[in-house]
């Protein structure tokens, strides 16, 4: 038993020794020891097995005047990678995470809403494979895939439960990718896997509550609670297209009234655009190029998204009250306009008593964000920091 926890410590040490240095690269030996508290005979260990393991280099030390500088120790970039993927309605994007959890390669095809799940998922396999011959990947240095679906998903199965967007119901997503890849395969709620890319560089959120709200083809969250992504029973914390905005509303297809997704739903926004005009904008990606081309309908359509939406971020902050809430989506992350009149709908909806000192801001990870998340979601759960 003695041996057991003395193997245990060896191997949470390694942990965090790596997390301090992909932290505060670059890095000396003696900082190192100082803030993990750790000896320096431990530390001289535990970084020349690093160095060994090829997951960290040194960087050159100088002469000065008062003598040689401490060596300085850096991650190595090159050591690991790992892909993340972003099954949207209309595209997919892949992308390739270095250990430095920088974006190094971006891809991004588009998909049409009659392809099959079996399509979708030959298309994939192709494309990851493609992804790992032009960047030259061993499987030795790929720690593994992370995908980010919307929908309700069973993460630690890897099934997608349903998918409204895809029409997807238990899809075995993770064994069908497994017949094909020789490493680690997360499956996730795509805002669940952005908001790792969201709250900060190597898996530690800047605030430790926090709520991303992802306005798109559907409507969702994800929660962070004191620094953990928060799941629920089921994992389906964030499902928040069915909160009842309107007991007397319009019937859901899930047979209660008033859903939220009532409100933001695609067909909804049409009836915003005249009649002669909804042929031209008949897709989510259409209606949101005439939002960004100012088209006169938009104003009005604008005004009811953003209402909407604040009226969401008041209710879950009267719930969690987070340190700050993050609003992602195509149609309002490149548009000022747009932010502009989300926050003023904030100023007008959000209980002020509780509201004061929350930010609210709007992402800037654009497209990149599910994929770059997925990717740092490998890395955590493969390096377990």
């Given at each position: 038993m003695?041996?057991?926890d003395?193997?245990?410590?060896k191997?949470?040490n390694?942990?965090i020794?790596?997390?301090?240095i992909?932290?505060?690269?670059?890095?000396?030996?003696?900082?190192?020891?100082?803030?993990?508290?750790?000896?320096p005979?431990t530390i001289?260990?535990?970084v020349?097995?690093?160095?060994?393991e090829?997951?960290?280099?040194e960087?050159?030390?100088?002469e000065t005047?008062i003598?040689?500088?401490?060596?300085l120790i850096?991650?190595?970039?090159?050591?690991?990678?790992?892909?993340?993927v972003e099954?949207?309605?209309?595209?997919?994007?892949i992308g390739?995470l270095?250990?430095?959890?920088?974006?190094?390669?971006?891809?991004e095809?588009?998909l049409?809403?009659?392809?099959?799940y079996e399509w979708i998922?030959?298309?994939?396999?192709?494309?990851?494979?493609?992804?790992?011959?032009?960047?030259q990947?061993?499987?030795?240095?790929l720690l593994?895939?992370?995908?980010?679906?919307?929908?309700?998903i069973?993460?630690e199965?890897?099934?997608?439960?349903?998918s409204?967007?895809?029409k997807?119901k238990?899809?075995?997503v993770?064994?069908?990718?497994?017949?094909?890849f020789?490493?680690?395969?997360?499956?996730?709620?795509?805002l669940?896997?952005?908001i790792f890319a969201e709250?900060?560089?190597?898996?530690k959120?800047?605030?430790?509550?926090?709520i991303?709200?992802g306005?798109?083809?559907?409507?969702?969250?994800?929660?962070?609670?004191?620094?953990e992504?928060?799941?629920?029973?089921?994992?389906?914390?964030?499902?928040i297209?069915h909160l009842?905005?309107?007991p007397?509303?319009?019937?859901?297809s899930?047979?209660?009234?008033?859903?939220?997704?009532n409100?933001?739903r695609?067909?909804?926004l049409?009836?915003?655009?005249?009649?002669?005009?909804r042929?031209?904008?008949?897709?989510?990606?259409?209606?949101?190029?005439?939002?960004?081309?100012?088209?006169?309908?938009?104003?009005p359509?604008i005004?009811?998204?953003?209402?909407?939406?604040?009226i969401t971020?008041?209710?879950?902050?009267?719930?969690?009250?987070?340190d700050?809430?993050?609003?992602t989506?195509?149609?309002?992350?490149?548009n000022?306009?747009?932010?502009n009149?989300v926050l003023?709908?904030c100023?007008?909806h959000?209980?002020?008593?509780?509201?004061t000192?929350?930010?609210i801001?709007?992402?800037e990870l654009?497209?990149?964000?599910?994929?770059?998340?997925?990717?740092?979601?490998?890395?955590?759960?493969?390096m377990e920091?």
């Open positions: 003695l041996k057991h003395q193997v245990q410590m191997k949470q390694r942990k020794v790596l997390d301090r992909r932290n505060h690269e670059p890095i000396s030996r003696i900082q190192l020891a100082k803030i993990t508290k750790m000896s005979t001289t260990r535990i020349q097995e690093l160095i060994e090829d997951y960290i280099i960087a050159m030390s100088e005047a003598g040689r500088r401490p060596t850096n991650v190595n970039p090159e050591a690991r990678y790992s892909i993340g099954i949207d309605r209309s595209k997919l994007r390739l270095n250990f430095s959890c920088e974006l190094v390669d971006f891809v095809t588009p049409m809403r009659s392809e099959s998922i030959d298309n994939l396999v192709l494309e990851i494979q493609k992804l790992i011959l032009t960047n990947i061993s499987q030795e240095r593994g895939i992370g995908i980010g679906i919307p929908g309700r069973d993460q199965r890897g099934i997608v439960i349903i409204e967007q895809f997807w238990n899809k075995h993770r064994d069908d990718l497994a017949q094909h020789q490493c680690t395969i997360a499956i996730d709620n795509e669940k896997m952005q709250s900060g560089k190597f898996f959120p800047i605030q430790r509550n926090s991303l709200i306005v798109g083809s559907g409507i969702g969250a994800a929660i962070i609670l004191n620094g992504i928060y799941r629920g029973l089921k994992n389906n914390a964030g499902e297209s009842t905005i309107n007397f509303g319009e019937q859901c899930c047979g209660n009234r008033g859903c939220l997704s409100y933001t695609e067909d909804t049409q009836q915003f655009i005249p009649e002669a005009q042929s031209e904008y008949n897709t989510l990606e259409k209606i949101v190029e005439g939002i960004h081309a100012n088209e006169e309908w938009s104003i359509l005004d009811h998204i953003a209402t909407y939406l604040a971020i008041n209710n879950l902050i009267c719930i969690y009250e987070p700050e809430v993050i609003v989506g195509e149609a309002l992350e490149k000022i306009k747009i932010q009149v003023a709908k100023e007008k959000i209980w002020r008593d509780i509201g000192g929350i930010q801001k709007f992402s654009n497209e990149t964000g599910v994929v770059k998340g997925a990717a740092m979601f490998v890395q955590k759960v493969e920091i």
